[in-house]
Structures are given as C-alpha cells and as structure tokens.
C-alpha cells in the first residue's frame, strides 16, 4: 500500500513527467524531480531484496525477487499483482515497448513550455 507524503502542486496537475523513481530494498518512492520531495512510497508485500521497476506509459511495473507487481505511478496504489510461480528469483531484467526510456522528449518539453508560460504569467 502506498504511503502519501506531503506533496506540491494540485495532484490533478501532476503527470508521471513531474517525478523520478527508485527501487531497492522490496520499495519503490516517487520523488518530485523538482522539489525532491518524496511524494510516495510503496513496499512489496512478498518478495525481498532489489527492485527492478519500469516506467510502462500509465504504468510503474516492479519486479520484486520473483514477483510482479503494477502500481499507478501518481499514486503509488498498487493495480495488480503476480507470484510468477515457477520462473525463479533475482534481479529482473524488465523490457516494454510502451516502455519510457528515454522518457517521451515531446511530453517533457510541453510540461517545460506550460511551467514557463505560468512562471510569465505570474511575474506580470
């Protein structure tokens, strides 16, 4: 479950380009890429050990020691979750082709244009 931290900015304002993601130790956290502020944070409830994670479009995908989970990268919450029995344990390699790496330029650059826009518009 994930675990809200104080955040900035309207969440309904917020889009997977305003964070940065990290894994370790069966966690996974959200960090605002502006302020570094941790604005989530989620544990694996099996598993124990490196967590592999991928940013899939809507997505954050996390491979725990042999399990699979989804989470909803604003939130944190958990969508859905796979033992993968049978297919073994370590680090997982994790590939998509909705994957974002590199992240999507065209997204960034519009979030950078519309931040810019608002800091003019406040400065008069």
């Known amino acids: 479950m994930a675990e809200k931290q104080r955040t900035t900015g309207s969440e309904s304002e917020r889009s997977v380009a305003d964070f940065v993601f ?6 996974v956290i959200a ?15 099996q598993g124990t ?3 592999s994670i991928l940013l899939d479009g809507d997505r954050l995908v996390v491979m725990v020691n042999g399990y699979a989970y989804c989470l909803d990268p604003l939130f944190g919450q958990e969508v859905w ?4 029995k049978g297919l073994g344990t370590g680090v997982a390699c ?4 909705r994957g974002s790496t590199p992240p ?5 650059a519009e979030v950078a244009r519309q931040r810019a826009a608002a800091a003019a ?4």
């Open 121 to 124: 518009a406040a400065a008069g």
């Open 31 to 45: 960090i605002d890429r502006y302020t570094g502020e941790i604005v989530w944070t989620w544990k694996a409830p």
């Open 104 to 108: 999507d330029l065209a997204a960034l």
């Open 94 to 97: 994790i590939a998509s082709t």
């Open 49 to 51: 050990g490196y967590a």
């Open 22 to 27: 990290a894994g370790f130790n069966r966690r």
């Open 81 to 84: 979750r796979n033992p993968l």
